[in-house]
């Protein structure tokens, strides 16, 4: 049972470290690029390979977090039932 609540939490903290270290910083960054497109005519290419990339990071590091918090979630709910 305690092997459980450790590994769930465990997860969770290191859901929530990925949040504060990866996705926050990311989440700027592609706030910044796309208020810098708006203000700008039209987008070039390049500008839109950076904003794929951005896309990219932020979608990899988020399932990467939903995965710990469904394994945390999984874990706290059925240690319970663990021997």
Do not use: C, N
């Not at 969770?12 to 504060?20: E, K, M, P, V, Y």
């Not at 005519?41 to 904003?51: I, K, S, Y």
């Not at 394994?71 to 706290?76: F, N, R, Y």
């Amino acid at each position: 049972m305690g092997l459980a609540f450790t590994a769930g939490g465990l997860a969770a903290l290191i859901a929530f470290a990925i949040a504060g270290i990866f996705l926050k910083p990311e989440v700027d960054r592609l706030a910044a690029l796309v208020e810098r497109e708006i203000g700008e005519a039209g987008a070039q290419e390049h500008q839109r390979l950076d904003h794929e990339a951005f896309e990219r990071r932020l979608r990899r590091w988020s399932l990467i977090q939903v995965t710990l918090l469904v394994l945390a979630i999984s874990a706290m709910a059925t240690a319970r039932y663990i021997p």
